[in-house]
């Protein structure tokens, strides 16, 4: 980590971290090795704590075995996503407002940024259909404690970027990791092509 993270992030201006910005692993040691070349997006960050949820790690269970009302309007793959380490019983949806759809401060509605909205799962999915052009479910979240996360970045563990809207439905067939890197300034677009495994290089 300390090639990538040491001597390129620590490097760079990045924004600071809130509410509806990505946070991007470096390559070889995401989240400790459990989730390798992860994009994060932040939903809350305080004093208190930070809470976020990986957007990137698709589970084996579909969304019809578990939650069967929610199936027709999730996003391809219509799959549970893993949200993170902590939580595990926690079930949450992130959900994208179509264009030109005002949110109107629906109450079960939470704007995090630009189209980017959490949905409660006490909703009935086809009170908002209509208004979104997908929802993702994912299982767990990730929490900091005070100042814990503003430590990571500022050891380099972390890369703090704008999220946009079509990062949250990403179809199974795109790499997450590598579009984000690939749309941020020199040089983080060359590192797109780092392997998965370094030993295929």
Do not use: C
Request: no cysteine.
């Amino acid at each position: 980590m300390d090639l990538f993270g040491d001597r390129l992030y620590q490097a760079l201006e990045q924004s600071e971290p809130e509410p509806g910005m990505l946070l991007v692993s470096d390559p070889i040691d995401g989240m400790g090795g459990v989730f390798p070349r992860s994009i994060l997006l932040l939903l809350e960050h305080s004093d208190t704590h930070s809470m976020a949820v990986v957007l990137n790690q698709r589970s084996d269970v579909a969304v019809f075995n578990v939650l069967p009302a929610w199936a027709e309007i999730a996003a391809k793959p219509p799959a549970v996503f893993i949200g993170g380490m902590h939580e595990q019983r926690a079930v949450s949806a992130l959900g994208v407002l179509a264009k030109g759809v005002p949110m109107d401060d629906h109450p079960d509605m939470l704007r995090v940024a630009n189209r980017i909205v959490r949905i409660a799962m006490s909703e009935d999915p086809g009170s908002v259909a209509h208004m979104l052009e997908g929802v993702r479910i994912f299982q767990g979240l990730h929490f900091w404690g005070p100042g814990e996360l503003e430590e990571e970045i500022a050891a380099g563990e972390w890369y703090v970027t704008p999220a946009l809207p079509s990062d949250v439905l990403t179809p199974g067939n795109e790499d997450l990791w590598v579009n984000v890197l690939r749309r941020q300034p020199m040089p983080l677009p060359l590192f797109a092509t780092y392997p998965e495994d370094i030993g295929d290089n």
